[in-house]
């Protein structure tokens, strides 16, 4: 909770500083995420903490001979592991942010920034694409496969299938023809397709970085900056 207290008074400060122009900002809108998510967190603990004792005393004063009702609990702590889940994720991201001295990994921040407006174009198509086969597969196999049982159960599915993860006599016992015929379709659009139209945008943005010679930053230059920054001094 103190570095939580610790980033909101730095944030506070830019969005002082910068005004509007600091939610225009990416790395701005990630600190935002990793504050919100923690503090959803830490209330989700406490109300959990609160469910388990009022849960605890219910069973001690009956000794178990009651009915209770753990949904809540199940609900609350389920939503604490999703929100931990976004902390760690944008934890994450900002710790690539951090390592950004190594020469690879600036390679790799370049390389998305050149590549960033053909990432995006190539994600809103393949949503559309994946949506697309994600309904076919649903509708289809509904009633007769265990793993399209549900929407979620069946994206789930399709994304081991673009992982080459795939069971091809679950799909030949569905339906003899149309089993084989949208697992093919679908392996030749998204893996074949999709897939090397991805690496495509990555390697031509890769090699553009790699043409315009970017430096990497020297780590003790940004420590004498923002050591100076502190001290209210300037280099």
Known sequence: ???II???IHEIRLLIKLKLKYFYEFWSIIELGIIGCSWGSVGLYIWRYREFNHISQLFEQTNGYIYINLQIAIYINDNLTYLLGFSCFFSTIKFVHLCRFNPRLLFFTKTLQYAANEL???SLMFSIIFLAFLSLFYLLFLSKLESCADLLATAQMLFEMTLMKFDTKGFIDADAFLGPFCFALFIIIIVFVCLSMFLS???DNFRRARKNNVKDEDILLFMLKKFSHWTGNQI
């Open 6 to 8: 610790y980033f909101m």
């Open 201 to 203: 945008i990555i390697i």
């Open 120 to 122: 995006i174009s190539f």
């Open 1 to 3: 909770m103190g570095f």
